[in-house]
């Protein structure tokens, strides 16, 4: 008895089962499944559906599309003239739906790109994005007609990655658009776009670009297979995806690349490497990525390699600045005194005269009002932000030190830490240094400079730990890799580097 109660409840979700999947595919009769379109998006006042009779069938069918995403132009001219012409009369004695796939896709249909679909929701999705649907009587099918407008920028300079040599060119927020930038900087075969949608509820163009006969097959499977990971309704800009496919979410270093540059996505190809492109947005992904990338730049590839070189130092040595500059004077004015030169401490010392905080305080405050300078001037218009960010800074730190909160050695060690800060290449690492650097500042006010060694080995400990699709943060320094140290701190000339890093395990390791 409960074997046929089991087949029998079985044989009803299969039932219903079937039942949900055919409310999903199209039946062939245009009232019916015009009825469904209404339902689902018809009821919106920007949806449009048109219906009309094909001119050589004398068949009923309908064209939907979205007012102000759709080329209306197009679609008068380029569809509705000539599904509705009715020049052509030799389409007796022949099978409707065969004709009329035929005849749209061959002779009627004057546009680059149709595509087929049986299922109600793609068709709607492609609606949603800016195509037209024309449905047709008689014919279980929906045809999709790339008709969306071209509503993108102009292709110009990326503001946040501007250089003094190089091309003065950034990717906008078209994902075709985009694609065609790599297009046209390797006009090349092996260089290979996989497209694939994201979203659960929005759904949106992610493409994966790579060369073909250089990438890692293992990396190739491992982006890939994190990508089909990703599960949430929406992606408006490329660091959702970045956040949800990276290795150590709680990390507060970038391991993936973002970047709005043509080119430094094309070098990173050559490499070995993956870019993600995101349908919205200018900024594409690279990955892996390795510590010493976020502090370089493609300029440093354009000039001289001595020049490239000498710059690239100079940017660590900032960094450093940016990170342990407020650090080590607290460490040494608070702890470590005897370290310092006599008439240097005398000074010192002279300057802090009558302020009532210690200089972790003094720190504090002066940093604080630095960072709220400097977001208030991402917010304001750019004239008005970079005013306010020189400006505002004078004056906080003029009158801090009229008012006798803070000395004047502590307002020039915070505006050269500020400055070192602006130099680093990536807006990303620039924030994970300035979070870090408050950390260090409490450890140096605890056990000063063995508070500031302390946070070292915790530092390191996490970077050795740390990788980016199975490749070391650190490398090629950790681990040693002798032959990538040609591009790590120093840039060797480029006739020495004629070889991929090793650390990517490409399938061609030589630069021909």
């Not at 001119?55 to 008068?76: S, V």
């Not at 650090?327 to 005398?346: D, M, R, V």
């Not at 505002?392 to 004047?408: D, F, H, K, R, T």
Request: proline share 5%.
């Amino acid at each position: 008895m409960k074997r046929k109660q089991s087949k029998a409840e079985d044989q009803q979700k299969a039932i219903e089962k079937e039942a949900q999947t055919n409310s999903f595919i199209f039946t062939g009769d245009l009232s019916i499944d015009l009825e469904r379109i209404r339902t689902e998006i018809g009821h919106n006042g920007d949806v449009h559906i048109r219906e009309f009779k094909i001119g050589i069938l004398h068949t009923r069918a309908a064209l939907i599309f979205i007012d102000g995403l759709a080329d209306t132009d197009l679609i008068n001219n380029n569809i509705l003239r000539s599904l509705m012409s009715d020049d052509e009369q030799d389409c007796q004695n022949r099978d409707i739906e065969t004709s009329t796939r035929e005849r749209l896709s061959a002779h009627m249909l004057l546009i680059g790109k149709v595509s087929e679909t049986s299922n109600i929701p793609s068709f709607n999705t492609a609606i949603l994005a800016g195509s037209a649907g024309l449905l047709v009587e008689g014919t279980a099918i929906g045809f999709v007609l790339d008709v969306a407008k071209a509503k993108t920028r102009n292709i110009e300079e990326p503001l946040s990655e501007s250089l003094v040599r190089g091309p003065r060119v950034g990717f906008v927020e078209q994902l075709t658009d985009n694609t065609a930038l790599l297009r046209n900087l390797s006009k090349t075969q092996d260089l290979a776009i996989n497209t694939f949608k994201v979203g659960t509820k929005i759904k949106k163009d992610l493409a994966v670009v790579y060369m073909r006969d250089i990438v890692d097959p293992q990396l190739l499977e491992e982006v890939i297979q994190r990508i089909h990971t990703i599960n949430i309704d929406d992606l408006p800009e490329s660091g959702y995806v970045e956040q949800l496919i990276e290795d150590n979410q709680f990390s507060p270093f970038p391991q993936i690349q973002n970047t709005e540059r043509p080119d430094r996505v094309m070098g990173a190809i050559l490499e070995g490497r993956v870019g993600i492109l995101l349908d919205g947005t200018p900024f594409a992904l690279i990955l892996p990525v390795t510590f010493n990338m976020l502090l370089q730049s493609p300029e440093d590839y354009y000039e001289r390699w001595i020049s490239g070189t000498l710059i690239r130092m100079l940017r660590y040595l900032a960094a450093f600045i940016a990170l342990f500059g407020p650090s080590l004077y607290i460490a040494f004015s608070s702890f470590h005194q005897g370290l310092i030169p006599t008439k240097l401490a005398i000074s010192i010392a002279a300057s802090r005269e009558g302020v009532p905080f210690p200089p972790l305080i003094e720190a504090l405050i002066m940093e604080i009002s630095i960072e709220i300078l400097r977001e208030a001037g991402l917010r304001l218009p750019k004239p008005v932000g970079q005013s306010l960010g020189i400006v505002g800074g004078l004056i906080v730190g003029e009158a801090a030190v009229q008012a006798g909160i803070v000395s004047p050695i502590m307002v020039i060690v915070v505006a050269v830490t500020a400055i070192s800060s602006f130099t680093l290449p990536h807006y990303s690492i620039g924030i994970t240094i300035r979070f870090l650097r408050f950390i260090v500042m409490l450890f140096s006010a605890v056990y000063g400079l063995y508070g500031v060694v302390l946070f070292v080995l915790l530092l390191c400990t996490h970077l050795v730990k740390l990788k980016s699709f199975n490749v070391p943060y650190l490398s090629p320094a950790v681990p040693y890799q002798l032959s990538d140290l040609k591009d790590f701190l120093i840039r060797a000339p480029l006739s020495m580097m004629k070889r991929r890093p090793k650390l990517m395990h490409t399938q061609d390791s030589k630069r021909k």
